[in-house]
């Protein structure tokens, strides 16, 4: 809704991605519609995915009639069907982040492909979008360059001058692209989120003193009461809503030269609150007390009504809304049975750990190291979320959860044909 107001108004700041944010704005121009907008975010998302299956027919022999079956499966995924309707920075990345995977896929079996100056130039083009649609995409851009020339040791000037380039202009766009176009900073209260966050840990963890002068300082700049009272240890947002924005955007550093020293004089403390807080991310089972942040169907409609008045009314599938729902609450609470992992279907370390074990046997089948590569994506995301990880939401991480599944389809592929070339090979 902050995104689609900055649209309407063309007042434009970088909380959420400023250029994320103008293309949404440009695709109004066209259609001043979310559902414009999301019918062209569903095929792109199409493009990234079917271009995957792609390089799994033509470098692999994967049946495309199996391929087109699990399409149309993964289509009817709750997360996916939902994820496809989210007009949040988070879809359209993630699709961005499945179209490297192929891409480097590609890479991995055409020995041309580094020496094909329409291949860098697509290369180049998904690096600067991923870097310029979220705020950690830049940081995935960096680390996949950088160990990708290692793997492609012979291509490596090609590939670091590819990355350089991708990051040079990354850097020219929201720096003297951002005066130009008149885009102003993000939200203050986001940028000392970690730091509040961590301070608030403290305040609620016995043994840890504060002196007078710290919490006065403290109090500069939020509710110290509130800030202790409303902690939650997985989610950011209650210490958010504690913060003074006027003063962390005079004089945030004082506040942040605080929390470093808490986090010096507390460092036990200090890592314990950043493992629970990420064990979203590297955790498959829950750590005790947390929770996973599902899909769009949590939010009704009509807490926009002071924005939008009649925007649940206006629904043309009123009845679908709610089997709708229901299909997405019963996915994101799936539990296995006698383990009774709550929200098993959501939590992305799962949908990792299974990759990697794919990515293994894939790679020794195929007697392809460089396969690993196609990971990247992902895990560089998942890495790149670590220092600050607002609250445990599955949009954060869906190009995990969607990479999983088309290595599943892979795998599925792979071991059924191992199992039926054996069969003949018995018979013969």
């Not at 149309?72 to 490297?100: G, H, R």
């Not at 329409?118 to 960096?142: A, D, E, P, Q, Y």
């Not at 629904?315 to 709708?324: E, N, Q, V």
């Amino acid at each position: 809704m902050y995104q689609w107001h900055q649209v309407q108004t063309g007042t434009f700041d970088n909380w959420h991605p400023a250029y994320n944010t103008l293309y949404i704005y440009l695709l109004t121009r066209i259609c001043n519609s979310p559902a414009f907008v999301l019918f062209i975010q569903i095929i792109i998302l199409s493009y990234c995915i079917a271009t995957f299956m792609c390089s799994l027919e033509k470098y692999y022999r994967v049946n495309k009639y199996f391929l087109l079956s699990c399409s149309v499966v993964l289509a009817l995924i709750p997360l996916n069907f939902n994820s496809a309707v989210i007009l949040l920075k988070d879809t359209l990345y993630s699709a961005l982040l499945i179209l490297l995977s192929a891409i480097t896929i590609e890479a991995v079996n055409r020995p041309s492909f580094f020496t094909s100056s329409k291949k860098l130039f697509k290369l180049f083009l998904v690096l600067l979008l991923i870097s310029l649609f979220r705020h950690n995409g830049i940081i995935v851009t960096i680390l996949y360059c950088f160990t990708v020339g290692i793997v492609f040791r012979k291509n490596i000037r090609r590939i670091y001058l590819i990355g350089g380039a991708a990051t040079l202009i990354y850097l020219v766009m929201t720096t003297i692209g951002f005066s130009v176009l008149g885009i102003s900073e993000g939200n203050y209260a986001n940028k000392y989120a970690p730091v509040s966050h961590l301070l608030a840990r403290m305040l609620n963890t016995p043994g840890v003193e504060f002196t007078d002068s710290e919490l006065d300082l403290m109090q500069d700049y939020v509710d110290v009461t509130e800030l202790r009272d409303s902690f939650d240890p997985y989610n950011m947002d209650y210490s958010i809503a504690t913060q003074n924005v006027n003063a962390l955007k005079e004089s945030g550093e004082r506040y942040l030269s605080l929390g470093l020293r808490k986090a010096l004089q507390y460092p036990i403390i200090t890592i314990k609150h950043y493992l629970a807080l990420d064990s979203f991310l590297y955790s498959p089972i829950p750590f005790p007390g947390s929770y996973v942040v599902g899909m769009f169907t949590e939010t009704d409609l009509w807490e926009y009504k002071d924005i939008y008045p009649n925007l649940a009314e206006n629904s043309k599938i009123p009845w679908l809304l709610a089997d709708l729902k229901n299909i997405s609450n019963w996915y994101q609470s799936f539990s296995m049975g006698i383990f009774h992992l709550e929200y098993f279907t959501m939590r992305p370390a799962i949908y990792f750990y299974i990759s990697l074990a794919i990515i293994a046997y894939l790679a020794k089948k195929k007697q392809q190291i460089a396969l690993w590569c196609c990971l990247l994506p992902s895990a560089f995301n998942l890495v790149s979320l670590a220092p600050a990880m607002p609250v445990s939401m599955t949009r954060y991480v869906y190009s995990t959860i969607l990479t999983g599944y088309l290595l599943i389809i892979w795998f599925m592929f792979e071991f059924y044909k191992s199992k039926h070339t054996k069969k003949l090979q018995e018979k013969v």
